[in-house]
Each structure stands twice: as C-alpha cells, then as structure tokens.
C-alpha cells in the first residue's frame, strides 16, 4: 500500500502465495470465485486505503486488488470465453512467426 500510495496509483498487487501462507481459506475462496472475492478485496482495499491516507481520494476514486504470482501459467491461445470469470495466470513471452 505504501508504494501503490508513492506511485499514486489504483493498484495493490497481493501476492497469491503470500495470500495462501497467511490466509488458506482467502486463497482458495479466489481460486474458486475469483470475481466475487475481487470485487470484496476492491472494496476493503479503497477502504482501507482512505482511512490511512484520507486526502488519497482526491487522487484515485477506487483501489483495484491485483493477484499476482498464481501457481498455474495458461498460454494465452489456450485460453477460451469460459475463463472469462477465472483467474488466469500468462507469461509475457510473445512468439513470432511468418507464413
């Protein structure tokens, strides 16, 4: 939170490994109904963050939770509209080919 608050930014990155060593039970609630448990941490963390800074709302509205580190990586071709409410873990790596 305190660098999310250096950058002025609307993110807060929490690590899915860290998330599972300190809370199990959240880790598998996001594993299972990642939109829901999102949209709840979103809320907490906008909360959370105007009360520690209160002027923090003249610069961001809301904070967005970012789950990072998941254990399973999808290639992002492997992906499908049934994900689409999943969490989805993809490397940056971009191959390139010519025909």
Same mark, same amino acid.
Request: charged fraction near 25%; avoid cysteine; glycine fraction near 2%.
């Given at each position: 939170m305190v660098q999310m608050g250096r950058d002025n930014g609307a993110s807060l990155e929490v690590n899915f !490994?860290? !998330?599972t060593n300190a809370k199990p039970i959240l880790a598998v609630w996001v594993a299972d109904e990642p939109e829901k448990m999102l949209?709840?941490?979103d809320e907490e963390a906008t909360s959370v963050t105007f009360q520690v800074y209160p002027e923090y709302r003249n610069i961001q509205q809301e904070v967005h939770v =970012?789950?990072?580190n998941l254990p399973i990586v999808d290639?992002? =071709?492997d992906l499908r509209s049934a994900h689409t409410t999943h969490l989805a873990r993809h490397s940056k790596?971009?191959?390139v080919s010519s025909t």
């Amino acid at each position: 939170m305190v660098q999310m608050g250096r950058d002025n930014g609307a993110s807060l990155e929490v690590n899915f !490994l860290h !998330l599972t060593n300190a809370k199990p039970i959240l880790a598998v609630w996001v594993a299972d109904e990642p939109e829901k448990m999102l949209e709840i941490f979103d809320e907490e963390a906008t909360s959370v963050t105007f009360q520690v800074y209160p002027e923090y709302r003249n610069i961001q509205q809301e904070v967005h939770v =970012r789950i990072t580190n998941l254990p399973i990586v999808d290639k992002i =071709r492997d992906l499908r509209s049934a994900h689409t409410t999943h969490l989805a873990r993809h490397s940056k790596h971009v191959d390139v080919s010519s025909t």
